[in-house]
């Protein structure tokens, strides 16, 4: 069993940045990987960036090279750089965590563990 709770959403102009937080407990020993999603109104829910527990990432087409993921040392607590912000990054950001590789969340639909959710507004 995993617990994932996010902080670090808000409101912010085109071309501004945040830092979104993740706080994951629990499994350690089997966690395989973190990442984050992210849901608009009215729109599927998308994967936008993850990572595994070799370290590798992978990333949305639509936030490469905007967007940064990293953990801190002790894999407990990941990160979301977002910069260049654009108005259609607004979204409710959900941070997930699972036993499995990143693949099966991303590609092949597997429920990871979620967090509750944070907001993130960018005005144009």
């Known amino acids: 069993q995993m617990q994932v709770a996010e902080s670090g959403g808000g409101s912010v102009q085109a071309g501004g940045s945040l830092r979104l937080s993740c706080a994951v407990s629990?499994?350690?020993?089997?966690?395989?990987?973190m990442g984050w999603f992210r849901q608009a109104p009215e729109k599927e829910r998308e994967g936008v960036a993850f990572?595994?527990?070799?370290?590798?990432?992978r990333y949305a087409d639509s936030v490469k090279g905007r967007f940064t993921i990293s953990q801190d040392n002790g894999k407990n607590t990941l990160y979301l750089h977002m910069n260049s912000l654009k108005p259609e990054d607004t979204a409710m950001y959900y941070c997930?965590?699972?036993?499995?590789?990143?693949?099966?969340?991303?590609?092949?639909?597997?429920?990871?563990?979620w967090g509750q959710g944070t907001q993130v507004t960018v005005s144009s």
């Open positions: 997930a965590a699972g036993d499995l590789p990143c693949v099966y969340y991303s590609d092949y639909g597997l429920e990871p563990y």
């Open positions: 629990g499994a350690t020993t089997i966690r395989k990987c």
């Open positions: 990572i595994g527990s070799d370290g590798s990432t």
